[in-house]
């Protein structure tokens, strides 16, 4: 299909079905490194909603990258690379652990482009996550596919790293933790966890850390150090790949109603940015 022709699924919408469970809360808690996590209990925590609304593609339905096969809701454009790259985030009511959720989704924009890196093409997805109580959480998810010749591009020019932070934490992301985040999200792409896929087939230099996983991350160093906060909006970019056994630095600042929040990679590039709302 000619990449104008995908503009055709603009308007396309689903409706996905699932509860919200705490045993799957208790995993994320771990795999966070929790023993008493710091959000509220009973509650899902700020992007919780993430661990739900899985598809569930029968195996035959997988392509060789690991996804489910080019089609159906997503429009089929061939450009052999896919990333989440940012998304917009409304939390409107709590959501209680154990309530059904409803997720409205609908594709908003196609909008194909011609970078420095070769062809684009930007999708922005529109999510509506309700509760019995009425809509909880509204996400704009904006996913981009790429040149396989820039697989290992950055999606932007570096940034110059924001002001010093006021909270930080290092850790080193290995394919343990990849591979739990994967499970937790039912992620087959196998760029976070087949390094032989990821280095030899698609050209990276190792594992490449979820972009989700990363804005989690960033969320996480926010609650820590803000146990009692109520996260009304978070925005988040990618700005480069981050990859496993390199070194990455969670960082963040307050500001009036919230923070800045951003991830630093080993090389000091900044490779997040985001912001939370209070």
Not at 12 to 40: C, F, I, M, N, Q
Not at 54 to 65: F, L, N, W
Request: some cysteine; aromatic content about 8%.
């Amino acid at each position: 299909m000619e990449l104008e022709d995908t503009r055709q699924w603009v308007g396309r919408t689903e409706l996905g079905r699932d509860v919200a469970t705490a045993s799957v809360l208790a995993r994320l808690a771990a795999t966070l490194d929790h023993e008493e996590p710091p959000w509220v209990r009973d509650v899902l925590p700020p992007l919780g909603h993430w661990l739900f609304f899985q598809t569930q593609t029968t195996q035959s339905g997988i392509g060789v990258d690991g996804h489910p096969r080019r089609g159906g809701f997503l429009p089929p454009i061939e450009l052999p690379r896919r990333m989440w790259a940012a998304g917009g985030l409304t939390f409107h009511l709590p959501i209680p652990v154990g309530v059904p959720l409803t997720r409205r989704s609908s594709i908003a924009e196609v909008t194909p482009k011609t970078g420095k890196s070769g062809r684009l093409v930007f999708v922005k997805v529109r999510h509506v996550i309700s509760t019995p109580g009425g809509p909880a959480v509204t996400e704009v998810q904006e996913i981009v596919y790429r040149d396989k010749a820039a697989a290992h591009t950055a999606a932007q020019a570096p940034e110059e790293m924001p002001a010093n932070p006021a909270w930080s934490r290092t850790i080193i992301p290995d394919p343990v933790l990849l591979f739990r985040y994967s499970a937790l999200t039912f992620n087959a792409h196998r760029i976070h966890y087949d390094r032989p896929y990821a280095t030899e087939t698609e050209g990276y230099p190792g594992l490449v850390v979820h972009g989700p996983l990363t804005a989690t991350l960033l969320v996480d160093l926010f609650l820590r150090h803000n146990p009692q906060a109520t996260v009304t909006a978070f925005r988040f970019r990618a700005r480069r790949p981050l990859f496993d056994g390199r070194r990455l630095t969670l960082c963040g600042a307050p500001r009036a109603s919230g923070a800045d929040l951003w991830a630093v990679d080993d090389g000091g590039e900044v490779a997040m940015t985001a912001e939370i709302e209070t």
